[in-house]
């Protein structure tokens, strides 16, 4: 009754606050159903790495006389747990991104050294598919941001272009400036997205193709994270695929004025 009796009294005061107290309350409801869908998301993929090893860890105690099984179930064990720990790190990565402020060591930003790194950090998973990346387009571009994040963005999308394509094809990183923003994009000649999916492709969890993605190791939260990291910077990611011919993701950034800082001697760390 106390309540109600100041929604009147906030009623007859102010009618305008009654509508935002409202709006505010389905927003509030809004983000927990969104957290509410999350938790159990990611109870349900945590439910399939951790299924899998313990199944297969009852198999080498079964095995403990046939040191060659061990050997092998043993070796599948390590690859579940490496899945189930890079799953866990998306999830927090995410999670983090969630929260407004995340982006922690803001500076101007040299593109050409995140596309560098990234294309470093990809380089591993794309030899196992004898696949190589050329990179080219305009250098020396700006963007304010922190480099952390982008390079965690454009290495989802290389390690993508080379999930989704076949062995030996290349993969082009390519940066260009248009009206305003700083543009890098990724072309694959890979499997390609159907129209329809294009959109879906960038919400938590969603694969087009479940069984492929499982098979190669995706944890389906990648390009949410690129989403994210591309909303936080300002700016956003576009997608750009035609099925059997291949894909290009662009993440664009608002251009960065002014020159790279550099630590002064007396800032490095010791
Ligand atoms: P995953 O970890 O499954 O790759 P992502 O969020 O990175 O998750 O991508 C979501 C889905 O979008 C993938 O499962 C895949 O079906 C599709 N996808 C992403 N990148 C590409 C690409 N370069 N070519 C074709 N399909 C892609």
């Not at 389905?26 to 945590?46: G, K, W, Y």
């Not at 999930?163 to 400036?177: E, K, L, Q």
């Amino acid at each position: 009754p106390g309540t109600v009796m100041l929604q009147v009294r906030v009623a007859q005061v102010a009618p305008g606050l009654l509508l935002v107290l409202a709006e505010d309350r389905t927003q509030a409801r809004r983000l927990e159903a969104i957290r509410r869908d999350f938790v159990v998301n990611v109870s349900h993929e945590l439910k399939t790495p951790v299924g899998a090893l313990s199944l297969l860890a009852e198999t080498v105690q079964d095995a403990a006389d046939d040191p060659e099984a061990v050997r092998r179930f043993a070796g599948r064990m390590i690859s579940e747990s490496q899945r189930l720990s890079e799953l866990v790190h998306e999830i927090l990565e995410l999670s983090r991104l969630q929260v407004a402020g995340a982006l922690k060591d803001i500076a101007v930003v040299d593109v050409d050294a995140v596309v560098a790194e990234s294309v470093d950090r990809a380089r591993t998973g794309a030899a196992a598919k004898q696949m190589g990346f050329q990179v080219g387009g305009e250098t020396g571009t700006r963007v304010f941001g922190d480099p952390t994040m982008l390079v965690q963005a454009v290495r989802n999308l290389l390690d993508n272009a080379v999930r989704y394509s076949p062995a030996g094809t290349t993969v082009g990183v390519g940066v260009r400036t248009c009206e305003g923003l700083v543009e890098i994009a990724v072309v694959d000649q890979g499997v390609g997205i159907p129209a329809e999916e294009q959109d879906r492709v960038f919400e938590r969890f969603y694969r087009v193709d479940p069984a492929r993605s499982r098979e190669t190791g995706g944890t389906g939260l990648g390009l949410s994270i690129v989403k994210h990291v591309a909303a936080d910077h300002g700016g956003d990611v576009q997608v750009w695929s035609q099925p059997g011919r291949g894909s290009t993701f662009t993440l664009r950034l608002p251009v960065a004025a002014g020159p790279v800082p550099t630590a002064a001697p007396d800032d490095r760390p010791q």
